[in-house]
């Protein structure tokens, strides 16, 4: 198999995979690197010729996966783009919402080339759209060669599948983001557990070490604990999430513990969104029983959308947890203007659950020394680290050990390295090295044959 990663910066972001075996060609993903705007944020899809794909698969709709999915599917009519039920509901929010983003960053960054894509282009990307059945084999056929698609659940967030791919001669698998536990809203991965010959692993967690101690069930109590003591003090809480998947287990959580009275009744605020989303969950655990999630936990949280007049330096208008996305405080989020407004405050605390770049402001603010001064960029705004900042290991990738565990059982004789930071990429390397198999860690547009 040959295979090219078109994401041009490496690392995690415009994640888009181009993969050649058994005569026929199918790329994996598109996504939009959350940390760029306009042209600089999408995958290097003029690599390719025109119409010159397959197929196309989409894993899950997180954004750095399927932002850019219209784009690829416009160059590729002919390409049916293969996705779970899941995915099918939640991509047209998160598609949609994304061309109002563009249009907003159009005037906010003067990029006279956004939105990227329109409405239209959704529509013809939904025509295309294929939904595939979980565990069973989908066929495609061409010059009278075939090969077969299988998605396996990969836990990470609702719909997200790893990829299979089998021909005559090959057995390939993509984790894809993979989490093999559970969480409250949604069941772990169900992996595929057979020999295959080429496997194409995540490695976000390969510098993330768990204790012992810092297993999900109690990060998710230390979580709660921190913001009890937050509000009893008086404080508000930040706590930035992804829209999609983490905000709709959060506030499943955080009804669970107003009704235990495990925290002190505070108002919550969310970002719009995460709030719609919680309809498209609804509607998707009516149909599956590995997404449990009832809209009714807005009413019964009394949830509310974030107050107008939010402003660096000053106060919010009300205090309470604040449940805003982006995860990673990414410069003008939701998330960024409620952590300029509550970092110089003793009494907040900004509590991380997931994954923040080191590059992101979030991830420079995990860095820095509580008391120094932090700067908002976008606002040139300076504020005193005064607030609270924690981060709680409640992560939706898989632990580097349980991926090395997992590639020894499929004992692949090519192993490719994928959606991780460099460092986290070397780790892999050497944690594999004992399995024996040839491991790659693609340059980004560089062609790789097995
Ligand atoms: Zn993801
Ligand atoms: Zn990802």
Known sequence: MKLIDLNPHGGIGANCTVCEVGGFRFAIDSGLHPKYAGK??????????????????????????LGSLPLLSREHQDAPVLMSYPSSVLARRMLSNSISVMKRQRNELNLTELPLYGRDDLTSLYDRVKILSIKRPFRLEKDGRAIDVVLHHAGHVAGAVSVEIKTPKERILFTGDILFDGSRTLDGAEPLLEKVDTLVTETTRGLSIREPSRQRESEMLNLLEESAKTLSRGGSVLIPVFALGRMQEMLSVLDDAFKRNAL???????????????????????????????????????????PRKLEPGREPPMQGIYLVSSGMLVEHTPSYVMASSMLGDDRNSILFVGYCDPSTPGGQLLQSEPGTPFEFNAYNHIEPIRAKIRQFDLSGHADRDQLVAYAEKLAPKNIFLHHGDPEAREWFTNALEPIGAKIINPEPLQFYET
Do not use: Q, W, Y
């Open 40 to 65: 600089d944020s999408i995958p290097r899809h003029a690599v390719l010729d025109r119409d010159s794909l397959d197929f196309i698969i989409l894993t899950h709709c997180h954004l750095d996966h």
């Open 264 to 306: 002190p009744k505070v108002p919550v605020f969310c970002s719009g969104l995460g709030m719609d989303l919680v309809n498209h969950f609804h509607e998707i655990s009516k149909n599956t029983n590995r997404v449990r999630f009832n809209r009714k936990v807005l009413r019964s949280l009394g949830a509310r959308p974030l």
